[in-house]
Antibody, heavy 120, light 110 residues
Framework: QLQLQESGPGLVKPSETLSLTCTAS??????????WGWIRQPPGKGLEWIAS???????YYNSSLKSRVTISVDTSKNQFSLILNSVTAADTAVYYC????????????WGQGTLVTVSS | QSALTQPPSASGSPGQSVTISCTGT?????????VSWYQQHPGKAPKLMIY???KRPSGVPDRFSGSKSGNTASLTVSGLQAEDEADYHC??????????FGSGTKVTVL
């Protein structure tokens, strides 16, 4: 059974960089049948897709965040990561990592989520 | 691209049915079969309930059903139960490995 676990600082100062890692267990990030992604949810609001990546490194970004976001994969550690630059209070959210089967439009496994607060 | 439009809330009594709409455009919902729905209880991660408009993952009760007409997708929960009280989110593929989510609907079991 695949498990995904997000990790990273829970508090980031405005204008600084948010950095999160998702570690997979019970399954391989290198499996060619899946994409891996980040989704966030501001407090009391809906979900927002941020970015997705394939094990080969091919990356896809939400146009509204593309200038500030980088997603990367480390198959040797079975991890993928998210970097969000120049954060503001609007980036305060629960950040989830998730798996998407190839040739599909859904996310079938999710991490538990990690709250990141942007505040000085 | 703006979020898909969902009603903020919906409700029903135990045993009744509730239907949630998710409205987009021909560039998202109306343009492909990749519409999915997620259930989210407070403080928990979303759980996949419906994919490809109307398919249910293993383990999801058949009380949950999905459909689509034009640019609007719908999720129906029949025979409402107390544990169905949750937030429900729709999402659609928009091409180029990109996705858009709905604004979310809170379902209350009266």
């Amino acid at each position: 059974q695949l498990q995904l676990q997000e990790s990273g600082p829970g508090l980031v100062k405005p204008s600084e960089t948010l950095s999160l890692t998702c570690t997979a267990s019970g399954g391989s990030i290198s499996n060619s049948n899946y994409y891996w992604g980040w989704i966030r949810q501001p407090p009391g609001k809906g979900l927002e897709w941020i970015a997705s990546i394939y094990y080969s490194g091919s990356a896809y970004y939400n146009s509204s965040l593309k200038s500030r976001v980088t997603i990367s994969v480390d198959t040797s550690k079975n991890q993928f990561s998210l970097i969000l630059n120049s954060v503001t209070a609007a980036d305060t959210a629960v950040y989830y990592c998730a798996r998407r089967p190839d040739i599909s439009g859904h996310f079938d496994y999710w991490g538990q989520g990690t709250l990141v607060t942007v505040s000085s | 691209q703006s979020a898909l439009t969902q009603p903020p809330s919906a409700s029903g009594s135990p045993g009744q049915s509730v239907t949630i709409s998710c409205t987009g455009t021909s560039s998202d919902i109306g343009g492909n079969k990749y519409v999915s729905w997620y259930q989210q209880h407070p403080g928990k991660a979303p759980k996949l309930m419906i994919y490809e408009v109307s398919k249910r993952p293993s383990g999801v009760p058949d009380r949950f059903s999905g459909s689509k007409s034009g640019n609007t997708a719908s999720l129906t929960v029949s025979g409402l139960q107390a544990e169905d009280e949750a937030d429900y989110h729709c999402t659609s593929y928009v091409g180029s490995n990109k996705f858009i989510f709905g604004s979310g609907t809170k379902v209350t079991v009266l």
